[in-house]
């Protein structure tokens, strides 16, 4: 059986937040928070490239896991002992939102980027990019020449955080609108919502 990781709680996002903006740095809770995020993305990009590419990232060991075709169907299997076949595989994500789409390179982004950071504030830097990112027109499977949000010659879609944190999509987007009245920046709800409003033509959700 499949397990892929949950999305990541808001409560569990916003103590963070709000503990970063008073100057209290939780080493701990940021790791948890930081993991909790690096997990589902693992989770989405095994999930795509399963689907789109027949091949698994294993979640209990990280290997490659190619789809294999035999007399008895189409299944995953890797060395370490994991075993689904095709069918299980597809019932496993269906409506988890756990297809990457055109915010592949956001996650692979993180997954690339999160480990490397040292100090807290290199890896609250790292959360804040990720779950304030959005699907990016175009960039499924591709390299970009900029992932920035704020450059308006960047055509946004859909925020990937609907991907990572529990919640539907307007209520995520609710969220993160609260969650930038507390990053401590006078301009950060404006920012927010200057970008949201740009996002699929404006029609992601009116503020």
Wanted: proline share 3%; with cysteine.
């Amino acid at each position: 059986m499949i397990k892929w990781c949950k999305k990541v709680p808001q409560d569990l996002i916003a103590r963070l937040y709000n503990q970063s903006v008073t100057g209290i740095e939780d080493d701990d809770l940021i790791d948890e928070v930081g993991y909790a995020l690096y997990a589902r993305c693992e989770s989405i990009v095994s999930a795509t490239n399963g689907f789109e590419k027949k091949c698994l990232i294993c979640l209990t060991c990280g290997r490659d896991v190619p789809l294999q075709i035999s007399e008895s169907g189409k299944i995953f299997e890797c060395p370490c002992g994991f075993c689904a076949t095709w069918d299980e595989f597809k019932k496993s994500y269906k409506g988890k939102q756990l297809h990457a789409a055109n915010a592949l390179p956001v996650f692979t982004a993180y997954l690339k980027d999160f480990p490397k950071a040292e100090t807290y504030g290199e890896k609250l830097v790292c959360i804040d990019i990720l779950i304030h990112s959005f699907h990016i027109k175009l960039s499924y499977y591709r390299t970009l020449p900029s992932l920035d949000v704020t450059d308006e010659s960047v055509e946004l879609n859909r925020p990937a955080g609907a991907n990572l944190i529990a919640g539907t999509l307007t209520e995520v987007i609710l969220f993160l609108d609260n969650l930038s009245s507390i990053e401590g920046y006078s301009q950060g709800k404006a920012r927010w919502r200057s970008i949201i409003e740009r996002a699929n033509g404006g029609n992601v959700l009116k503020l």
